[in-house]
């Protein structure tokens, strides 16, 4: 499976010609980046992962929660809202879902719908949440508001997947995305796995046929 990063938390999942994209935001300058893709997945729906426009001019079937869905009533029925514990095929990939609410971010404001996609037992995708979910390649989320050092560490850890991209880092300066970059090399050391953060552009190749089992979190 080839994993590329585009700007922010976006990333494109293709094998056998076919392929996904996960929250293609605002916050994603690349244009056309759901071009050629069979399927579109949604987390939530702050503007950093979901920009309506990102969807216009494709055929994709989108799959979202009930807060991005009521956003997508031009859509028709390729729009398909799935919640925790669903399962789906999209463009060859078998998706399960998981989780239901965003990080705590605000004692003003209750967290909106967020849900994660595990994609083919192997790519754990959370959008803006700290679900635990056991597989071998985990797209972590690198920086956010509601995100600590600490909480970032300790996800990693009880998660403990085999290689983790961090992605959700466009709110960084250069300097901060160096000091990112060091707190995932240290852990990287500390644990002789691969962790550390994809640049925009970057693709990756990971294998396929991960377990996908699920721990709680």
């Known amino acids: 499976m080839k994993i590329t990063k585009f700007g922010h938390a976006c990333v494109r999942l293709e094998r056998n010609g076919r392929a996904l994209v996960i929250d293609p935001g605002a916050m994603t300058p690349e244009r056309g980046v759901t071009a050629g893709a069979e399927a579109v997945l949604v987390t939530h729906e702050h503007f950093d992962h979901f920009e309506p426009e ?8 989108v799959y979202t929660c009930p807060g991005v869905a009521r956003h997508l009533d ?17 463009a060859g990939f078998e998706v399960t879902v998981k989780g239901e609410k965003h990080h705590y971010s ?15 037992g192997e790519v754990f995708h959370p959008g803006d949440a700290l679900t635990v979910v056991e597989a071998p390649t985990l797209l972590v ?4 508001p509601w995100l600590t050092v600490p909480a970032l560490i300790d996800y990693l850890r009880r998660t403990a997947p085999d290689r983790a991209y961090a992605v959700h880092d466009g709110l960084l300066s250069d300097w901060g995305l160096h000091v990112l970059d060091g707190v995932l090399a240290r852990e990287a050391d500390r644990t002789g796995t691969e962790i550390r953060r994809l640049l925009p552009g970057e693709s990756v190749e990971v294998p396929t046929g991960g377990t996908g089992r699920t721990t709680a979190p």
């Open 141 to 144: 989320p690198g920086q956010a």
């Open 74 to 90: 031009g859509f028709g029925d390729r729009v398909h809202v799935v919640g925790d514990g669903d399962t789906f095929s999209a």
């Open 54 to 61: 990102q969807l216009r001019g494709t055929e994709a079937d």
């Open 106 to 120: 605000h004692p003003d404001a209750p967290p909106v719908d967020n849900i994660g996609f595990l994609v083919d």
